[in-house]
């Protein structure tokens, strides 16, 4: 298809409307009805809405080639509509949460569960994910957290190539990829004080070192879409922004592909204050480099007379039709407007065995075991357990934008556990530890206690701020009823944000299970009788208390900076609680025990255009196979802008058999010691670089090396 050509035949309103992108029941209900009011409220008309670009969030391929068929037959032009719908981790088969899938530190995992969610999503009629997230967050209490992938930029950047790839493969018009829409750009994340939709106010230097690696990430691992976000950035909202969209991601990052804006976002920027009115919006969006619009109809219904008025160029317009015709050609639909839908396939593949088996590997590998005092875990086989808590017999482990996902398929706890022939006393789920006689009699004749406890799957997502990140309705009761009964206590957590668990510290287990899925109780079941070995590691940090946030390990030095342990008055403290993290960043316990020793570098000094090798000897000195996660930090001790007093740079996750050695080798280039200043330029200066590796960010040994060259180079 000739997409020049094609747009020369397009009149100016069928241009426009390539850029609108609508919710399906537009197409689906009788358009002369008023639906909900929301025709009349986006000022919209059958003309208008048989002549939209895309929709937003189909549920079946029946329902897309229903909705395909009926606006062909009614279009002029007869270019295909566009499905996209979010598939965030999961159609049906639902994977973890994506901070779950942070914590596997498993990017192959990722890029399979990103290939599972295409073949389930193109097959259903949906063409475009929006996904990945990729915004780092570092204040647990935004409650899209959840939806992130932590708060460190190297590995955000790692998952969100992963999942890319996943997601769109060699060529996203095959049925079995989809193309990929990276949100939401940027730095959304750093809302302020966690309160979802704030104002974002973070330094250039910030934004390019941490909040747009993972964006470009994605860009250069190809994306297809980048999403813009709510909130403002230099005090400009990011759908209309044109530092972020025109000089960072279009002449920077050379991205060639679709910007849409998020749901209502380019018409909100009138409740910025920002615009008077849509036509305003309209014309603030198509400057600055926005293609296509979600849910609004600032374009549809100004953009013709803005033309007209000579304020606006078709050109521009032009531009942004291309950039959606050009999507519409990568995914085939010019050949077949139905591509990939299949409804006997989707019969088929949708939340197949071999689907769920990934999604329980995957969920597996993301569980966080935090506390294990005296090895209480794995459970004993000949001891009695019993279950407690608001949790206890819980489906709901699908947690927030599951999509399609049915928490009513999922397993409970107590069917796993069963199936592994563990002793089990139940006790119907409970708000409050307050029981009957009869059931205190079967509680006090376990000899553990397992407490299911956390906070609701809408507790968190999008819109679910939260000032208070203690266990929602003081479940820390759980934890002192059972202690106070001299009952070993084993914790699972079930959450989308992070807790301050300080006051939970009496726990002798605490097992971190976030959402995990359509599978997460057989994994967790597997993680507790030991036959699979807890794995996953911290994506975030957990506070000792609220008001330490934000927090997070690649801090600053600062001018007084306080040694952890050492009373100084006059440095960086706090007098009423420590500053180190409750649980840091890359921490995370196995069953087994890995010594770390020989850590070496191949050299003393290098050049800019030379490159180096870190190894370390990792030792399993327990009975148990498993998995670490060996992390490599760096430290610039002397830039000119500051740098954090550590990180990370690389990391490996490496199974490691029982009573064996392995050697693990970091490669590192020169180019990899650089950041950027503020206006974006890549720093590379010379002086002495620290390496410190280990199994978290808090317990290492460390290596130096010297960059030579008196030269700062600007890449
Ligand atoms: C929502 C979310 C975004 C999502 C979009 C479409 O408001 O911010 O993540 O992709 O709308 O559902």
């Known amino acids: ?109 990722a890029t399979k569960a990103a290939q599972i969610q295409a073949k389930e999503s193109r097959t259903s009629g949906i063409q475009v994910t929006f996904s990945p997230m990729v915004d780092i967050s570092r204040d647990p209490r935004w409650g899209r957290i959840v939806e992130s992938f932590g708060e460190d930029p190297y590995l955000a950047s790692k998952f969100s190539e992963a999942t890319v790839k996943g997601y769109q493969g060699d060529d996203v018009s095959s049925d079995d990829h989809v193309a990929s829409c990276v949100k939401h750009f940027a730095a959304y994340g750093a809302s302020e004080a966690g309160r979802d939709y704030n104002t974002v106010d973070v330094s250039h230097y910030a934004l390019h070192n941490i909040y747009l690696p993972s964006y470009k990430a994605a860009v250069d691992a190809g994306v297809k879409l980048v999403m813009t976000s709510f909130n403002t950035i230099d005090a400009i909202p990011a759908t209309v922004n044109k530092y972020l969209l025109k000089d960072i991601l279009k002449e920077q990052w050379k991205f060639n592909g679709v910007v849409i804006s998020d749901y209502d976002s380019l018409h909100q920027i009138v409740a910025h204050g920002v615009a008077k009115n849509d036509k305003e919006a309209a014309f603030r969006g198509i400057e600055a480099g926005l293609d296509i619009e979600m849910a609004s109809t600032c374009y549809t219904n100004n953009l013709k007379a803005l033309i007209n008025e000579n304020k606006v160029t078709e050109k521009l317009v032009d531009e942004a039709v291309l950039n959606v015709l050009k999507l519409k050609k990568d995914l085939g639909l010019f050949e077949d407007p139905f591509k990939g839908a299949n409804i006997e396939r989707q019969s088929k593949i949708i939340r197949c065995e071999q689907h769920l088996d990934v999604a329980q590997q995957l969920a597996e590998e993301s569980i966080v075991l935090l506390k294990n005092d005296e090895q209480v875990l794995p459970l004993n086989k000949t001891l009695n357990y019993v279950i407690l808590g608001p949790y206890a017999e819980t489906k709901k482990t699908n947690g927030a934008w599951a999509g399609h996902g049915d928490n009513s398929l999922n397993t409970t706890l107590s069917d796993a556990l069963i199936t592994k022939n563990m002793h089990l006393a139940f006790i119907k789920s409970s708000k409050k530890p307050i029981y009957t006689d009869e059931e205190m009699k079967k509680i006090k004749a376990a000899d553990q206690i397992i407490l299911a406890l956390g906070e609701d799957e809408y507790e968190s997502g999008e819109a679910h701020s939260k000032v208070d990140i203690q266990l929602p309705r003081q479940q820390e009761e759980f934890v002192d009823f059972s202690k106070s009964l001299n009952k070993k206590t084993i914790v699972l957590l079930y959450h989308g944000r992070p807790f301050v668990l300080t006051n939970m510290m009496k726990a002798d287990a605490i097992l971190d299970v976030f959402y995990l899925g359509s599978r997460a109780h057989q994994a967790i079941s597997n993680i507790l009788c030991g036959d699979v070995n807890p794995s996953g590691k911290l994506p975030v940090s957990y506070p000792r208390h609220g008001g330490l946030i934000p927090l997070y390990y690649n801090q600053f030095s600062t001018g007084r900076p306080h040694e952890k342990g050492v009373y100084s008055e006059y440095t960086s403290f706090y007098l009423d609680e420590e500053n180190e993290a409750l649980f840091p960043f890359g921490f995370g316990l196995s069953y087994a025990r890995f010594m770390y020793s020989n850590l070496k570098i191949s050299k003393q000094e290098i050049n800019v255009k030379d490159d180096f090798i870190i190894t370390v000897d990792v030792y399993n000195d327990s009975d148990m196979d498993g998995y670490d996660i060996v992390q490599c930090y760096v430290q610039d001790l002397v830039s000119y802008y500051a740098r954090p007093t550590k990180e990370l740079i690389r990391f490996e996750k490496v199974w490691i058999k029982a009573h064996t050695k392995v050697t693990i080798k970091f490669k590192i280039f020169a180019f990899d010691l650089g950041y950027y200043d503020p206006k974006g330029l890549r720093l590379l200066e010379p002086g002495e670089f620290k390496f410190m590796v280990g199994s978290s960010s808090e317990t290492f040994d460390s290596v130096s090396i010297k960059l030579l060259e008196d030269t700062h180079h600007a890449y």
């Open 1 to 109: 298809m000739d997409i020049k050509n094609l747009l020369k035949t397009l009149t100016l309103d069928e241009k426009i409307g390539q850029l609108m992108q609508l919710p399906p029941f537009f197409f689906i209900e009788d358009i002369d009805v008023e639906i909900f009011g929301q025709v009349k409220a986006l000022n919209l008309n059958k003309k208008k809405i048989f002549e939209a670009g895309s929709v937003l969030g189909n549920n079946n391929a029946e329902q897309m080639i229903e909705i395909q068929k009926k606006y062909l037959s009614q279009s002029r032009h007869k270019i295909p509509l566009m499905f996209m719908a979010d598939v965030v981790h999961g159609f049906k088969t639902t994977f973890p949460v994506p901070l779950a899938i942070a914590a596997s530190w498993q990017t192959s995992l």
